[in-house]
């Protein structure tokens, strides 16, 4: 019987062999590195799978994702789709089933090198968060400079403090959070499906200085006011199910609520209101806008040209009726400056009231 002790040292003396085992080793260690790598980079994108069924009315369309909200019931839709024949100007939108020509919210994509609409898998195309889409988001993010309760300049200096409810897919506070990352910039946003969908199909982040946190934004708003915490910025992008005046919701027109975002309010401070009437618009914004006043000395309303929105924007200290018409017109002044540098393409109108 021969020595199998003697057979393994061979085997194992032997340089040809010795090679050989080494090579198969290393071969399976590259192997588990690469699937860990695999693993991690499953955590970060996406997973490659078929994009789920088209929706009834929109063809052409990739359907990125659906998910429905267990707070509100409601279910959303996440699609991209094209606005140029070449593929190369893309949009990622939310819709509300049962809306599908009521876009909720609306980002630019950059496209992957040497890609194109047509040919590649847009979920992986990053958000391109200096585009603003909709031209109400546009001016809720421009209104803070205009009225000068944030600098326009000296960027380095900036530290602002901004709360804001609502967040949809992050649009405004992205924008604020990319072109002035020393901002202190707090979300707070009711349902956690729209938080999931907006961090990972919409490029909303979590860092140092800008936090999104699930929770009712009245509830924020009055326990902010109780600990005397003051903020640069409010702006208030949340709305209900009303058919007549949606956004925004009741309960951020109620009298104790607005007292409370005027107290946390710094002393040239604002707050944003995102205003949309769907009937008699004419009455409803008077009424919103009387609602304001009643709270806030001086309120200005900017309209853009082509949506229906209009944003209020509402001041805590007032202004002497011998300066109003100059004050206007420095404001108009900053707003064209402003829609300038930013590329904002479409024209604004400002109207000043008093309490």
């Not at 998910?67 to 819709?95: F, H, Q």
Request: include cysteine.
């Amino acid at each position: 019987m021969p020595d199998t002790s003697c057979l393994w040292r061979r085997n194992y003396r032997n340089p040809k062999n010795s090679e050989y085992v080494r090579v198969v080793l290393l071969i399976i260690f590259v192997i588990y590195v690469m699937s860990k790598i695999v693993d991690v980079i499953g955590l970060v994108y996406p997973q490659e799978e078929p994009y789920p069924e088209a929706v009834n009315g929109m063809d052409g369309m990739n359907i990125v994702a659906k998910e429905c909200s267990a707070t509100t019931n409601v279910c959303y839709n996440v699609v991209d789709y094209s606005t140029d024949t070449l593929g190369l100007k893309v949009n990622r939108v939310i819709y509300l089933n049962g809306m599908e020509k009521e876009v909720d919210t609306m980002v630019s994509l950059i496209p992957l090198p040497g890609r194109t609409f047509h040919d590649s898998d847009t979920r992986f195309w990053p958000v391109n968060h200096t585009i603003v889409q909709s031209q109400y988001v546009a001016l809720i993010c421009i209104a803070p400079f205009v009225v000068g309760s944030v600098p326009s300049r000296n960027v380095k200096e900036s530290n602002s403090s901004v709360l804001m409810v609502g967040l949809g897919g992050g649009s405004a506070d992205m924008f604020y959070h990319t072109v002035r990352p020393n901002w202190n910039i707090t979300v707070y946003e009711i349902d956690a499906t729209v938080v999931d969908l907006a961090k990972r199909w919409f490029g909303v982040i979590e860092d140092e200085t800008r936090r999104t946190i699930v929770q009712d934004g009245v509830v924020a708003i009055k326990e902010a006011a109780e600990r005397d915490l003051k903020y640069d910025v409010v702006v208030i992008d949340a709305c209900d199910e009303d058919d007549t005046l949606p956004c925004p919701a009741k309960p951020f027109l109620d009298v104790q609520l607005l007292n409370n975002v005027k107290k946390i309010l710094s002393l040239r401070g604002c707050v944003v209101f995102n205003v949309l009437t769907l009937k008699n618009s004419d009455q409803n914004e008077n009424q919103v806008q009387q609602k304001l006043l009643n709270v806030f000395p001086t309120c200005i309303s900017l309209r853009p040209d082509q949506e229906t929105n209009v944003i209020f924007v509402c001041l805590p200290y007032s202004l002497q009726q011998s300066n109003v018409e100059h004050t206007k017109q420095l404001w108009e002044s900053e707003a064209a400056s402003l829609m300038n540098r930013f590329q904002f393409q479409f024209q604004t109108s400002i109207n000043v009231v008093r309490s």
